[in-house]
């Protein structure tokens, strides 16, 4: 599953969904790299 996430306040990632960390973040991997970061909510189109 492809999520983005927040890594800081104006930059932002996407890559495969990895795990969910206990304080709500989540890891994702974008390309090599395994990135952590809050979730960006989905909304409603």
Request: charged share 15%; proline share 2%; net charge positive.
């Amino acid at each position: 599953m492809i999520c983005t996430i927040h890594i800081a306040k104006y930059i932002t990632a996407q890559g495969v969904f990895v795990r969910k960390l206990a304080n709500g973040h989540i890891v994702i991997r974008a390309g090599q790299n395994l990135l952590t970061g809050r979730p960006i909510s989905k909304r409603a189109a």
